[in-house]
């Protein structure tokens, strides 16, 4: 279980201050350093950009400068078992950059206010939201890897893209106006999300389709076309064709024996 210690979310400190704990603090440190840092480890000072985040382990020396202004937003943690490092596969005492830092602050404000109210379930609470954020970091830290040399403002425009179709599949996507969500010529657009998510958009998006289509024939019990209507497939021949394909049955068998 995560126990969050003291946390703070947008704190400013003043002018070029610094923090300097030898021996660490004794806990986890998860650090978003929102303005840049000079980072001491051991014999080496790194200088940070903006927007970058670091994991301390305990016993790990912590000891940071701002370059000018001090801004940051953290929280200090234990865990049970130090396991969650490999489980989500984690850097520790490195800084790394991610491609959304303010989903990550988003996170840390949500602890940072619970910690300040205390309501019911506060542990639980507390727990969850400290994996929402370590499961945050793995996802931005693997999906897209900041050494590629393409923009991080670049992979956060796809990605929300992305969210744009997959939580509108009813609407009648087609490729220019899906390259149109990134500014983006079609080819470009269709090079870029294969390379980013190891899809096409087309295909997730007959995915997400056909799930919904499946919800609605099983759980609502809803004739096949309008279904397929619902799901945003506009040819019920097609869709008959690629659910078969993908299901192994056609959708009026499956809405007797689901599988």
């Given at each position: ?228 209507a619902q799901s945003g497939f506009t040819n019920l021949s097609h869709f008959t064709r690629y659910f078969r394909k993908e299901c192994g049955m056609p959708p009026s068998h499956y809405a007797?024996?689901?599988?």
């Amino acid at each position: 279980m995560f126990c969050p210690g003291y946390c703070d979310y947008n704190r400013s400190n003043p002018d070029h201050d610094m923090i300097n704990r030898p021996s660490g603090s004794g806990d986890y440190l998860f650090l978003y350093l929102i303005t840049p840092m000079k980072i001491q480890f051991g014999s080496d000072t790194i200088v940070t950009k903006e927007n970058a985040f670091l994991l301390y382990t305990p016993g790990e020396a912590q000891i940071y400068q701002a370059v000018r202004r001090f801004k940051n937003s953290f929280v200090h943690f234990t865990c049970d078992s130090g396991d969650f490092l490999k489980e989500y596969d984690l850097p520790a005492n490195r800084v790394v950059y991610l491609p959304d830092p303010e989903a990550m602050n988003t996170a840390l404000k949500s602890i940072y206010v619970e910690s300040v109210l205390k309501q019911d379930f506060y542990a639980e609470q507390m727990d969850m939201l400290v994996r929402q954020l370590l499961i945050l970091f793995s996802r931005q830290l693997h999906t897209w890897s900041n050494g590629s040399g393409i923009p991080a403002d670049l992979y956060e425009q796809f990605r929300k893209a992305r969210i744009e179709i997959l939580t509108n599949i009813t609407k009648e996507w087609n490729t220019e106006n899906m390259a149109a969500l990134t500014n983006l010529g079609v080819s470009q657009f269709y090079s870029y999300y294969q390379l980013f998510f190891n899809r096409s958009p087309k295909s997730e998006l007959l995915e997400a389709r056909l799930e919904r289509a499946k919800y609605l024939l099983r759980m609502e019990a809803m004739p096949v076309g309008q279904a397929a209507a619902q799901s945003g497939f506009t040819n019920l021949s097609h869709f008959t064709r690629y659910f078969r394909k993908e299901c192994g049955m056609p959708p009026s068998h499956y809405a007797r024996n689901p599988v």
